[in-house]
């Protein structure tokens, strides 16, 4: 039986920031975020919109037909809003879905979607005609005038997985690889992520390495096999170190294909940064809309997760793919540019999460789903529209 992603839907916030005006608020040369790290823009989160907001507006995208027929919903995160309640119930209940739906929500860092996609995948495997929807959601968020303040974002992927899939058609071998790291981490009483950055980019890689080596070793496979890879994109320039550890300086056909394929990829990452479970998924939305890649074309996708633990796994491009993908670029130019006082301001609200009531002001967001307070220590969501 065929099964894979039979859609691709992408949301994030209505405001961002231009990091040249990051650069000269921090005093560093912008050069450095735009191509040393290279990011140029950065999705800016009000505390109006969560992980469930944002989860919520990217499965909206999926037609109401296609999710009348969702059996489960997996909300994979590592911005959660509750340490019990899981925010696939919120999501569920925003989308008006039927009472008769398993709801659950994955953490493992950035990594937790792959496992979300695993799981549909096993789940289609024994009720073909089910649909899952598995929803990567996440705020990046570390701090003011921190290192990686340069690397946050924000943002949800919505993917729908089928029989007989539209979009990729996901291969039945894949190589999972974990250890125990203290790479990048956010404890309990925490709003930020605590990162040993340079440390976290040195993982990234060799869990890379260990994961494609063993699927060579297992398959056979080659790089002649893909088309190119896809990577977790925390930031564009980590792809590019990813994919120099296997080409090195080689400059073939097969090295330039690899190179136009992450070039594809990183286009939506650059403008929002990281999604952290959504970043591979986003990448590969970028590279199917911004690529030349065709029906029947092989894909590697290495999903990675501090803590850590990385995925290297394998699909093939569906006839019509095109057709069953969002095409996030206008939304993307619709935004509003926010000055960094702006951006500190909303920083500072801390995303909501705080224990007293509270009641948010809403004129200004044209979002479909918002946060609009707080009561009894009960987040109040609302759809709109
Ligand atoms: N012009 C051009 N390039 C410049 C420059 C200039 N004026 N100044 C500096 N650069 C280059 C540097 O040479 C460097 O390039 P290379 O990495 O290719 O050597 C790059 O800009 C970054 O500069 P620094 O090495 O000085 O880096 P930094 O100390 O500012 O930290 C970071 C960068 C480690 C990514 C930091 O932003 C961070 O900690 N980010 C969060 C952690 C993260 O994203 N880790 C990724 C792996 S973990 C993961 O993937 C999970 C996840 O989502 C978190």
Redesign the pocket.
Known sequence: MKIGIDRLTFATTELYLDLRDLAAARH??????????GQSQQAVIPPTQDAVTLAAQAAAKIPAAELAQVSTVIVATESGVDNSKAAALYVKQLLGLSDFVRTIELKE??YSATAGLQFAKGLVALHPTEKILVIASDI?R?GLQ??????QGGGAVAMVVAKDPRVLELESTSVAFSQDVM??WRPLYRSE?L????Y??Q??IDFFQACWQRYQQLTGATLDDFAGFLF????T??G??ALASELGDRDDQVAQRFWAVLQASQVYSRRVG?L?TG?LYLSLLSALNHGQLQAGNRLGLFS???G?EGEFLTGRLVDGFAAALERPDAMLDQRRQVSVAEYETLFNQHLGLQSQDCTFDLSDSQAPFVLAGQQNHQRQYQRRG
């Not at 990162?195 to 340079?198: C, E, P, R, S, W």
């Not at 977790?232 to 930031?235: D, E, G, I, R, T």
Request: net charge neutral.
């Open positions: 560093v040369d912008p050069d450095k975020y735009l191509m040393g790290i860092a950035c990046a570390y921190t290192g990686g303040e340069v690397t790479d990048f992520a990162v040993d950055g340079k976290s980019t993982v990234y977790h994109l925390p930031f320039k980590m590019k170190k990281n952290y970043s990675y997760g501090s850590a």
